[in-house]
């Protein structure tokens, strides 16, 4: 077997993603391929399925689907330069991550918040953060009430309750 890619012959497909540098094992390829997240030419795929130059292979990964076109046959894994030449990449772009401003986060120096500046905090994270004296079980903040009092331990054997 050489490492050299060839435009001719086939090899087994979850060998080919991993050559590739799809997945970062041969193993994780080949789980894909069984999990069914391996498709070639709209067909889901084995682990042993054979791939050879021109087949369309979809692989979704990490909640993306990529689109690639088989150029060249490789059978061990190579450096990611000489990897890239072995595929056409057809896979639409990533979606745009979303700017989300982060809840808490204060300029250095600053000092402790105020009461203000703490409210303020509370509110950019919603209602999903629990309340610091609803955590310690003082006040429930949905109905402001008071939760009702555990009962008291009956004291053990030859122990005093206290007083």
Known sequence: MTS???ESGTVRVDAWIWSVRLL?????????????????NGERAK??????????????IEHRERILVVKKIIRKRV?????????????????PREA??????????TGRPTKRDRRDMERLR????PDLAAALGAFDPRTGETPPAK?????????????
């Open 4 to 6: 050299e890619p060839s």
């Open 100 to 109: 989300v401003a982060p809840a808490g986060v204060r300029d250095r120096g």
């Open 24 to 40: 970062k094992t041969r193993s994780a390829a080949g789980a894909a391929c069984r999990a069914g997240h391996v498709r070639v």
């Open 126 to 129: 919603g209602p999903s953060a």
């Open 47 to 60: 682990p042993a399925q054979l791939v050879k130059a021109g087949d369309e292979v979809r692989v979704r």
């Open 79 to 95: 450096g990611a330069p000489v990897a890239v030449e072995c595929y056409q990449d057809n896979s639409p772009p990533p979606p």
């Open 151 to 163: 009962p008291a331990k009956p004291a053990r054997r030859g122990e005093r309750r206290a007083r």
